[in-house]
């Protein structure tokens, strides 16, 4: 007798299908016309489907304790970050990283190391009894700008209207860049801590063995093996790749998809000789399109941005149900009150003061409304999350043995950084989630209310009364353009019903009708130009003539002008003598 199965997997497969198709079913309509970001509405799903609220989404069922459940997370955001930095290189135009290496010095060197020490001071003055170290480890969890939610401000409806193209690629090239720049400012931190942070007691070696370390290790190991190897990896997949395409041996799906595996690749290979796979990742997409060859050729499908999408909603529905919200009231680290400012304080003083400082020496920045968009955006999101859990780990290896107490020094930093970083990245998703509707609310809002009273002042006018007729509708606007000595006067007229508003009065002519424009000297206001622009009917019922500048109003005898200065204009009609008003 059939039975019901509810398996964790059938359940997690249901909910993420159903909530994958639902959101597909309205994503235009969130994204490009309310810009909401797909990263926000999917935190709030997975708080919604997760333990917190309905508890359909139990991910510590799933990884069977806590510390297998930060693993989890911690590999997963590896693969996203992975996938999107070798797509964020293959987006750049060609040898991009060459040509700008100027500004991108200039936002990775000063600009970011600014950004750790405003980020560490604040965490430091605000976190109750917190070393200044652990405070520079904190800080650099949520220094790099994440590549993901970089993605809200460069793709769509609202980067193209609103952010020139140079500025979106300097955007992608700079929060791909310091993702896996974030290794030498976190081990500095923290070989600090190992070797110096309890007086040097536990740990033999003291600060001089901690920078060489960073030196040889961070800097060598880590930064400069892992750009050498995702360029390496990254121009043979390009030879590869272009040889076998150019002999027919590769089809159209593999040809693609190839820029994934090549992601899955790196990630994978890196993590095994422990270098930085984020850094790596990014290089390689961007030696792999160094000539544009591979980024032209797949500029028109759908494949990549598709795959971006479903891993941007499944983390970060992931996410909403991982999170340890209760953590941010009940803790022993920092009270709510003053986690809240902390918050709002690190993102308006960990990068805009910078960026507004430094951006005449960027090129893609013009002015200062784009400095203070540039400074404003640079969101808290996947990279903070693997750093968060980077340190976790390193904090684990301080402790003398197995089932042994940790060390005094460190036996709330694992507890703070968990904290701190994930409500970070809360109020980040949170606050750029929002920040593009809300202002577009705040420009609109002031603008629909102040015409919407003008229609209603407009409604009280009389009407024209034709007939057994008394109408009342708008004509729709057109577009003109004029040029000096009356040679050329161009206009769009749209296409119109039965029923044709002048100001506030209305003709309705017997049947639908076609209407010239011509330039002609008349007797009739001019524009300031000395053409008085002519609209004629050019069908046989009978002829309308209006005469006017454009964007002026035109009135009729029945018609109260609200100004007596205004240019009033005569309209003639077959049959009937002009009038003046």
């Given amino acids: 007798m059939p039975t019901l199965d509810l398996s964790n997997f059938n359940i997690v497969v249901s909910v993420l299908g159903g909530w994958i198709s639902l959101f597909g079913l309205v994503s235009y309509l969130l994204k490009e016309n309310f810009y909401l970001s797909e990263a926000l509405i999917s935190l709030l799903a997975g708080i919604t489907f997760g333990p917190l609220a309905l508890n359909w989404v139990r991910p510590i069922e799933y990884a069977r304790s806590e510390e297998n459940l930060e693993n989890v997370t911690l590999f997963f955001t590896r693969l996203v970050l992975g996938v999107q930095l070798v797509l964020a290189g293959v987006q750049l135009p060609s040898r991009y990283l060459k040509k700008e290496w100027k500004p991108l010095a200039l936002l990775l060197g000063p600009i970011m ?5 405003a980020t560490s001071l604040l965490i430091w003055g605000l976190v109750p009894h917190l070393p200044f170290l652990h405070a520079l480890a904190i800080g650099a969890c949520v220094t790099p700008t994440d590549p993901v939610l970089s993605n809200v401000i460069v793709k769509g409806k609202f980067a193209d209207h609103n952010i020139p193209k140079d500025l979106q690629k300097i955007i992608i090239a700079e929060s791909g860049a310091n993702d896996g720049l974030g290794y030498p400012f976190l081990f500095l931190a923290l070989y600090l801590i190992k ?19 960073w030196f040889g290790e961070t800097w060598g190991y880590t930064i400069i093996l892992s750009t050498f190897y995702g360029a390496v990896v990254g121009w043979l997949a390009k030879r590869l790749l272009r040889y076998c395409k150019d002999r027919g041996f590769v089809d159209r799906e593999s040809f693609l998809v190839f820029a994934l595996s090549l992601a899955l690749f790196i990630t994978g290979t890196c993590g095994l000789i422990g270098s930085d796979d984020i850094l790596a990742c990014f290089i390689a997409g961007n030696v792999f399109t160094w000539d544009d060859w591979f980024r032209l050729a ?8 598709t795959i971006d999408m479903l891993l941007n909603v499944v983390i970060f529905m992931w996410y909403g149900a991982v999170c340890p919200w209760r953590s941010f009231v009940d803790n022993s680290v ?18 805009p003061p910078f960026i507004l400082t430094l951006h005449k020496q960027i090129p893609q920045i013009e002015d200062i409304r784009q400095a203070t968009f540039m400074g404003f955006f640079g969101p808290i999101g996947c990279s903070a999350i693997f750093y968060l859990y980077v340190t976790v780990d390193f904090i684990e290896t301080l402790n003398p043995g197995v089932g042994d107490e940790p060390r005094h020094d460190v036996a709330k930093m694992a507890e703070a950084v968990r904290v701190i970083v994930w409500f970070m990245v809360v109020v980040s998703v949170v606050v750029h989630g929002l920040s593009i509707p809300l202002g577009k609310v705040g420009v609109y809002l002031p603008r629909s209310i102040s015409r919407s009273r003008s229609m209603s002042v407009s409604a ?24 000096k000595g009356g040679k050329t006067l161009e206009s769009r007229v749209p296409s119109i019903g039965h029923a044709y508003r002048i100001g506030g009065s209305v003709i309705v002519p017997p049947e639908p009708v076609q209407y010239s424009l011509s330039s002609e000297h008349h007797a009739q206001p001019e524009d300031g130009n000395g053409v008085a622009p002519r609209l004629t009917r050019t069908s046989s019922q009978p002829s309308l003539h209006i005469y006017g500048p454009p964007g002026r109003t035109v009135r009729f005898p029945d018609e109260a002008s609200p100004n007596k200065n205004q240019q009033q204009i005569g309209v003639e009609e077959q049959g009937s003598e002009r009038s003046n008003v």
Avoid: C, H, K
Avoid at 460 to 483: H, K, M, T, V, Y
């Fill in 113 to 117: 190391t600014a950004m750790w020490l």
């Fill in 195 to 213: 070797y110096i942070g309890d007086g040097g007691v536990s740990e033999s070696g003291g600060a001089g063995l901690a920078i060489g370390l």
């Fill in 298 to 305: 797949t500029i028109d499908d759908s494949l990549q941005p």
């Fill in 334 to 351: 920092i009270p709510i009150y003053r986690l809240i400012p902390l918050g709002i304080l690190v993102l308006i003083l960990r990068r």
């Fill in 460 to 483: 009280e006018r009389p009407s024209l009364q034709a007939g057994n007729f008394i109408i009342d509708l708008r004509l729709p606007r057109g577009r003109s353009r004029s040029r």
